[in-house]
Structure formats: structure tokens, C-alpha cells
């Protein structure tokens, strides 16, 4: 049966600093400091926004609990009703970015049922994945951005001066370069040979009816922009550097810590939005055979919903505690026309309504 939020999740919340975080990196702020922040940008819609806090809330406290009790508290999927327009997406956004969470939007109607040609239900995770893995290279990024910034000007003072410069010269070029009065200067370094497209065979593996992963077209096209033997390039001081830059930071990225990070992040902290949920679903009394792209993919939803673990090129990924929020306008359908199993994992939000 469907079910609103409990309001007495947001009463017996402990209390906690405001706008510190925990070792998992979520703010632990109460529902109404969430409420207040999500004010900030979206209009209305209190009924919403409290919902949505409470399960972040509740998302919090089950970081503060032991190992072993984690695993037994699951999130409060919700669903959210309301006319295009009123701040469905928006309200889910935000909550993302309050979190710092990896967050996917995506529309119902794009997947088909597996089996039938079209995307399935698993290419979301997959692409969530993706999503929190490119939030952890940002993160290192700015972690390492002073030390990378500081590498990079020796190796430009290495290609000035060279190596066994005298300390005062090396230091004279050094305040030179970061006055920027070497810009114009021009230097000889070694730049990665870059393919052309046919090389790799770009339109092949971008052909939609191959069906190819997001992320394999992603690593496929960083094979195709660099990688090949280095050849000695000419360019001033102000080109080279985010060339130099650019490398030394991938040097020093640990790709595997990156991937781990985000794999435990999409699994503990992930939020999927699920939008026009009411376009594939249809009224009982118009059921007749078997819809690849209705009925069909919300019995492809229910286990990813429900808890399951989805298999993907960095590992298998566990979505029992991934939060997915899905809406809808619900104009010609009832949430009653669900599958009923789907029903039971889908908390309705108190209906959202349009401000003019």
C-alpha cells in the first residue's frame, strides 16, 4: 500500500552541529535546515521539501550507526506528484548538490524492457557509476591542485634553465614566471601524439544500434585523443603549462582509489530521479499483453528499487541503499495503476502543486 513519510522522523532526529559532517561527508543538518536551504531556490512546495529532507536526515543517522547495523536500515524511496513546472526535478537536484551525492536524472520512458531493443533498466547505475566517478577525480583534483601547481612551474623552470641551474637563476626565472613574463617565451616539450577519429574508427563506435555503453565510448574516445608516442612540440610558456599540468595530474591520481571511493559512494550516498514514471503505466482496465516499454520496465525497476546488485565494468554495484526518488503528473493514471509490488517501495510525497 502507499504510505506518506512519517512526520515524527523529523521530531525524534538526534540533534547535531549544525553544518558539520560526518566521516561519510554528509552534512548532518536537521530536516528544517534542510527545508531552509532547499527555500532558497525552489517556491512552495513544503510538503515536498520535508519529505525529501527526512530521508536525508534519515540517510545521516544511518552513517552514525555501527557496521553491522547498517545493512538493516534501508532508505524511504519516495514519489513525488505534481504538474510539470512545480520543482520535482529541481527539489531532487538540490538535494544532490546539498550532499555532495552522486545524482542521476533520468526519464522512464527511455528504457524498454530487457530483452527488446532500446536501453535497460541496469545502463542507470552504470551511468551513476560514471557520474561519481568523475565527482572523485574533481575532488582529487582540487585536493592536489597547489602540489600539481607547484610541480609544474619547476618543470617549466627545468625546460628554461634546465636541471642543474644555479639556485639564484632558478629562483630569478621563478618570480619571472609567476609575474607572468615568460608567457611569450618559447619553449620545445613533448606532447602525446593525438589520433585522428579514423584511426580508432570514431563513427563505428558511436553507431547507436550498437547498443555501447556510455562508458566504454568514454574510455574508447581517451584512447582516440591521446596516448600514442610523444613528438617534440614548439608553443609558448602560457600553452604548455596546462598541457604539463593536465599530465602531471593524471600522474598523480590513483585511479584505483578513485574508483573505490566512488563505488562506496554511489552504494551508501547515491540518488537516482526517476522521472515520468506515470507514462509507463497504464490503467488496469487497458492491460492487454505484454508492454516492452510500460509495464514491462517497471518489473525491470522493482529489483534495482527493491535491492540488487547491478554488474558493471568496476565491479558489482549493491543498490539496496541508493535513494530513488520518482514522479510524475499522474494526469490520466492513478499511482494505484502501479505494479502493486512497485507500489510498496514507493512512499507517495504529499502532492505538489503549481505557484502562479
Not at 545521516?60 to 520535482?88: A, C, F, Y
Request: net charge negative; with cysteine; hydrophobic share 35%.
Amino acid at each position: 500500500s502507499l504510505a506518506s513519510p512519517s512526520s515524527s522522523s523529523s521530531s525524534s532526529s538526534s540533534s547535531a552541529p549544525s553544518g558539520s559532517e560526518n566521516s561519510s561527508g554528509l552534512p548532518c543538518l536537521k530536516p528544517s535546515e534542510i527545508v531552509h536551504e532547499l527555500d532558497k531556490h525552489i517556491v512552495g512546495q513544503d510538503d515536498g521539501k520535508r519529505s525529501v529532507a527526512i530521508a536525508l536526515r534519515n540517510r545521516w543517522r544511518r552513517h552514525q550507526l555501527p557496521d553491522d547495523l547498517k545493512s538493516e536500515v534501508l532508505p524511504k524511496n519516495i514519489l513525488m506528484i505534481g504538474p510539470t513546472g512545480v520543482g520535482k526535478t529541481e527539489i531532487a537536484r538540490r538535494l544532490a548538490k546539498l550532499t555532495h551525492a552522486p545524482f542521476i536524472k533520468v526519464e522512464a520512458t527511455k528504457f524498454t524492457e530487457i530483452g527488446f531493443h532500446g536501453r535497460d533498466v541496469d545502463q542507470i547505475i552504470r551511468d551513476l557509476v560514471d557520474i561519481a566517478i568523475m565527482q572523485q577525480r574533481q575532488k582529487r583534483r582540487e585536493q592536489t591542485a597547489a602540489r600539481v601547481k607547484e610541480t609544474v612551474e619547476e618543470k617549466i623552470i627545468d625546460i628554461l634553465v634546465g636541471e642543474e641551474g644555479r639556485p639564484g637563476m632558478r629562483q630569478s626565472f621563478r618570480d619571472l614566471l609567476r609575474s607572468g613574463q615568460l608567457d611569450e617565451r618559447t619553449v620545445e616539450i613533448d606532447v602525446p601524439e593525438r589520433r585522428t577519429s579514423g584511426d580508432v574508427g570514431l563513427g563505428v563506435f558511436l553507431e547507436p544500434s550498437r547498443g555501447i555503453p556510455m562508458d566504454d565510448i568514454i574510455s574508447r574516445f581517451r584512447t582516440m585523443i591521446g596516448g600514442g608516442k610523444p613528438q617534440k612540440r614548439r608553443m609558448s610558456v602560457a600553452e604548455c603549462r596546462p598541457l604539463i599540468e593536465e599530465g602531471e595530474m593524471e600522474r598523480q591520481m590513483d585511479q584505483d582509489s578513485i574508483t573505490r571511493d566512488a563505488i562506496l559512494s554511489v552504494e551508501n550516498d547515491g540518488i537516482v530521479f526517476i522521472d515520468e514514471i506515470d507514462k509507463i503505466c497504464t490503467k488496469s482496465e487497458y492491460r492487454h499483453g505484454q508492454d516492452a516499454s510500460a509495464e514491462g520496465v517497471q518489473r525491470d525497476l522493482l529489483p534495482i528499487i527493491e535491492g540488487s546488485v547491478v554488474q558493471t565494468k568496476y565491479g558489482n554495484i549493491s543498490t539496496d541503499h541508493i535513494l530513488f526518488i520518482a514522479s510524475g503528473a499522474f494526469h490520466d493514471v492513478k499511482p494505484s495503476d502501479l505494479l502493486a509490488e512497485l507500489q510498496g517501495r514507493l512512499y507517495v510525497a504529499p502532492c505538489l502543486r503549481l505557484y502562479c
